[in-house]
């Protein structure tokens, strides 16, 4: 476990920090399937929304540093499909330096708070199916592998299964 994790709402001064830790695998993994590189103006516009959307981004502090975030946002497309207003899909961002520390457990276990506390009824995990890790922590974490979709992407010149998870956050009955 890590010491000293504090989670915290994201402010404008940690965009820097959130935009480095997601560029930070793009050049050598498929944990994001893209090969351009975020800005901080692209983050900061995207923290921007999630805020005036009523939608959290947190950030784990080890020692005054941020070293890992965690954000979910509308699945399916900003609410453009009114009948999965109650699912969200997350993201989550831990610096190599804390993995296997319980940096992504603790950001995890308040998101899912925030989210119950937020009506949200299931939080969904779309992963490169070969992230055989990040698969194996979200299952630890309450996640169930719900879907494969082969061939669902493409980055660096090969095919990339997406694997979705999911977590039920109550036991509310059909309305």
Request: charged share 25%; glycine share 10%.
């Amino acid at each position: 476990m890590a010491r000293s994790v504090s989670i915290r709402d994201a402010t404008n001064d940690d965009v820097e920090s959130i935009t480095g830790l997601y560029n930070a695998l793009i050049p050598s993994t498929t944990v994001t399937w893209t090969e351009t590189l975020d800005t901080t103006e692209h983050r900061l516009h995207w923290l921007r929304r999630q805020r005036e959307e009523g939608l959290p981004v947190l950030v784990a502090e080890v020692d005054g540093a941020v070293v890992g975030f965690t954000a979910y946002e509308y699945f399916r497309g900003e609410g453009k499909w009114p009948g999965y207003g109650l699912t969200m899909e997350l993201s989550i961002h831990v610096a190599e330096s804390h993995w296997g520390r319980g940096v992504g457990r603790v950001l995890i276990e308040v998101l899912v708070a925030r989210a119950r506390d937020a009506g949200v009824h299931v939080l969904v995990a779309a992963i490169d199916g070969a992230n055989e890790a990040s698969i194996r922590f979200h299952e630890r974490l309450g996640f169930e592998v719900v879907g494969r979709m082969p061939q669902t992407g493409l980055k660096f010149g090969r095919w990339l299964d997406l694997v979705l998870m999911q977590r039920i956050l109550d036991d509310r009955e059909q309305p």
